[in-house]
C-alpha cells in the first residue's frame, strides 16, 4: 500500500493542469460512485489528478490508482479498496477502470459494502455504463470530459479567461460577446491552429502531434473497441480500414455495400463497426429527424477536425473542416441532424444553420442562421463561426 502512496503523491505534486475544466464544477462530487468518460486523450488521467491535488493536496485520505499497475492482476478492487478504508482512506480515484476484469461487479460490492468509501473512475467513451452494466445502473452518476473546446484553447494560448456562452446567448448576444472577445485578443489569429490541434491536450508535450495523435487513434481501436466489446484481434485489420475509408470518402452518406466489399464482411458487421467507431468519438453520424441507429446514416463525419488533418491530410476540405468543427462544438449539449436544402444542419430539431466558408455568397433567408468563416463581428442572422467555440 505504501507504494501507492508514494506513487499517489509524485503524480500529485507533479500534475500541471494548464486549464482548469469546467466539468470541475459540473459534477456533484457528493455522490459516492462517479463515472468520468471520455474519448482516448482528452485528459482523464490528468483531470483526476488536479481533483486530488484541489481538494486535498498530499492527504491520505485520497488515493489515485491506475488498473495498468500489474497488481491489480491477482487482485481485486474490493480487498483494495477495503484496506484502503482501514487506513482511513475515504476517496478512491480509480484510472482506466475497464482494464481490470468484473470492474461493473466489484464497484457494486465496492459500493455496498463501504458505504463511506466515495469512488471516482474514469473509462473509455465506448462503456455503456447504465445501459450495458445493469449493477450499476442505478448507483452511477455518469460525465463526459470532452477534448479542449476554442475557447479553452484561446484561455491558454492567450491566458484570458473567457467564460462559456450557451446557444441562447450567442444567438442573441453574438454582437456585444464578439466585441467583449475581440477587446483583448483576435481569436481569428488562433482558430486554424485549434482546428489542426486544439482540440486534444497533449498538443502541449514536446512531440510531433500528428504521430501522437495517429498512435491514439490506433489505442482507440485495439483497446477501446476491441477490448471493451470483445472483438477477436483478427478483425482490426478490417475495423482500421473502415475507418480510413470513411475518412477518405469525406462527409456522405456511406456506400454500406460497397464498404462490406472493401473490408470483406457482411453489411451487418460494416454498421456495427460504424457504431463502434462512433462510440469510441472517432467518427459522427448525422441522421434526418426522426431516424436514428441501425438505419443508414445520411453522412458521416469526423468526430473533430484534428482527427481528419492526422488520418488524411492530403484532402482536407476547408468547408469540410468548418462543418467539423461546428458539428464537434454543438455535440455537447445539442443534438445535429441533416440539414434541409441550403441548409449544413438542423439544430435541436429546430434552428437550421449554414456553415459558410470566407467568400461564399449567402442568400439571406431570415429563417436560417448563418455561422460564417473569417468574420471577427457578426450581424443579426449572420454570426461567426469561431464564437461558437465558446459553447463550452
Not at 490508482?65 to 482501514?86: D, L, P, R
Not at 460504424?274 to 434526418?288: H, T, V
Not at 488520418?311 to 455535440?331: G, K, R
Request: net charge positive; proline share 4%.
Amino acid at each position: 500500500m505504501e507504494a501507492f502512496y508514494r506513487t499517489h503523491a509524485y503524480l500529485v505534486e507533479h500534475t500541471n493542469a494548464p486549464v482548469r475544466r469546467d466539468l470541475m464544477d459540473e459534477i456533484d462530487w457528493n455522490d459516492r460512485l462517479i463515472g468520468i468518460k471520455g474519448t482516448r486523450g482528452v485528459g482523464k488521467t490528468t483531470f483526476l489528478l488536479q481533483y486530488a491535488k484541489e481538494k486535498f493536496g498530499t492527504d491520505r485520505s485520497c488515493l489515485f490508482i491506475n488498473m495498468n499497475n500489474f497488481y491489480f492482476s491477482a487482485n481485486s478492487i474490493v480487498e483494495f479498496a477495503g484496506e484502503f478504508q482501514k487506513r482511513g482512506g475515504k476517496v478512491l480515484l480509480i484510472d482506466q477502470v475497464f482494464k481490470h476484469p468484473d470492474w461493473s461487479m466489484e464497484l457494486r460490492r465496492c459500493y455496498d459494502k463501504y458505504p463511506n468509501l466515495k469512488i471516482v473512475f474514469t473509462g473509455s467513451s465506448v462503456m455503456r455504463l447504465k445501459e450495458e452494466n445493469i449493477e450499476l445502473r442505478d448507483i452511477v452518476k455518469s460525465y463526459n470530459l470532452r477534448g479542449f473546446s476554442f475557447r479553452e484553447f484561446l484561455n491558454l494560448q492567450t491566458g484570458m479567461r473567457f467564460r462559456a456562452y450557451t446557444l441562447d446567448e450567442i444567438l442573441n448576444n453574438h454582437e456585444q460577446i464578439a466585441r467583449g472577445v475581440l477587446s483583448k485578443v483576435r481569436p481569428l489569429n488562433y482558430f486554424q491552429d485549434y482546428l489542426h490541434h486544439g482540440f486534444y491536450p497533449f498538443f502541449l508535450e514536446k512531440r510531433n502531434f500528428s504521430e501522437n495523435l495517429l498512435k491514439t487513434m490506433n489505442m482507440m481501436v485495439e483497446v477501446d473497441i476491441l477490448l471493451l466489446k470483445q472483438i477477436e484481434l483478427k478483425y482490426l485489420s478490417k475495423i482500421k480500414k473502415l475507418l480510413y475509408l470513411l475518412a477518405v470518402d469525406g462527409p456522405k452518406a456511406p456506400n454500406v455495400s460497397q464498404l462490406a466489399t472493401d473490408i470483406q464482411t457482411s453489411r451487418a458487421t460494416v454498421m456495427n463497426y460504424i457504431k463502434y467507431l462512433a462510440d469510441a468519438r472517432l467518427i459522427n453520424m448525422i441522421y434526418p429527424v426522426g431516424e436514428e441507429f441501425p438505419k443508414k446514416p445520411a453522412k458521416i463525419m469526423m468526430h473533430n477536425t484534428n482527427l481528419m488533418y492526422s488520418i488524411y491530410p492530403v484532402s482536407v476540405e476547408e468547408q469540410d473542416v468548418l462543418d467539423t468543427f461546428f458539428l464537434n462544438t454543438m455535440y455537447k449539449d445539442h443534438k445535429l441532424y441533416k440539414g434541409e436544402k441550403n441548409t449544413s444542419f438542423l439544430v435541436n430539431e429546430n434552428i437550421p444553420f449554414k456553415i459558410c466558408c470566407e467568400g461564399q455568397k449567402i442568400k439571406n433567408n431570415p429563417d436560417t442562421i448563418y455561422a460564417l468563416h473569417k468574420m471577427e463581428i457578426g450581424r443579426g442572422n449572420q454570426i461567426p463561426l469561431w464564437i461558437f467555440g465558446f459553447l463550452y
